[in-house]
């Protein structure tokens, strides 16, 4: 059975480097550690590895209800502890008063730095207060350069995780039944427009599924996919129940409020 045909084209690259840490890992008994994967990967990362007796495997973000998390493959007989994702929280103030940010705000800064977002994992903006969890191999260069967000003159600092902040954003499900798993059908039952307004929003590139734009309305969304619409907020395909009898999907799609 072709392994590839359970996934998308766009993710084989990313199948082909877990099946290489897995030849790794199995031949040389060393450790290997991801950069920040989305859900998606993380799911993909998990249903490679599977229950193969041979290795262990986690993932951790800083802490469980963490959305982008590393992952870790190791040979069977290692302890996996929080110390080996080599993450750190770096933390500042900013004068709200006078100045209000938003996490894209945040976002962008650390991107102008010229830092990939797989470096990056959650981040939080609130009551003057930005986290953010990053590689401990970036944190140096974060402290010295990210001096100013928006106009904001900042100052990073490593702290505990133990202090990271507490995410207010619930993810609320609603059992569905939809007629396909193309996006605009999803987009049309998530965020309860019509199919008409749904392909609009596509198409003026609005729509990212898993942090990427996309602009083709019969766009297959698969389970675990995350989806941000500019202006409605983002959801995620939790899970896919299986067919009913008039042949629509059983589904539960969850939105952040």
Known sequence: MDLYQHFRK???PF???VLSWKEDVSRNHIVKLSDFLDPREQMIFSSLIGKDSEFKHDVFGG??????????????????????????????SYPEKFVTLEHRDV????LSLGIQRKK???????????QIVVSSDISPYVLTNLTE???????????????????DSQWVPQE??????????????TYRMSRQQANGYIQKGLVKVNFRTVEDPSFAIQQEDMISVRGKGRSRLKSIQGLTKKEKYKVTIEKLN
């Open 10 to 12: 766009e993710e084989q």
């Open 149 to 167: 967000i928006k106009k904001a003159k900042v100052q990073f600092k490593e702290v505990s995780l133990d202090n990271k902040l507490p995410n």
């Open 176 to 189: 569905s039944t939809i007629s396909s798993l193309r996006l605009d059908v999803v987009l049309k039952e």
């Open 107 to 110: 976002l962008g800064a650390f």
């Open 15 to 17: 199948i082909d480097q």
């Open 63 to 92: 802490d469980p209800s963490a959305e982008r998390k590393k992952a870790i493959l190791a040979p069977f007989y290692e302890e996996i502890t929080s110390d080996h994702f080599e993450i750190v929280l770096l933390e500042a």
């Open 120 to 130: 990056l994992g959650d981040l939080t903006v609130k009551d003057g207060t930005v």
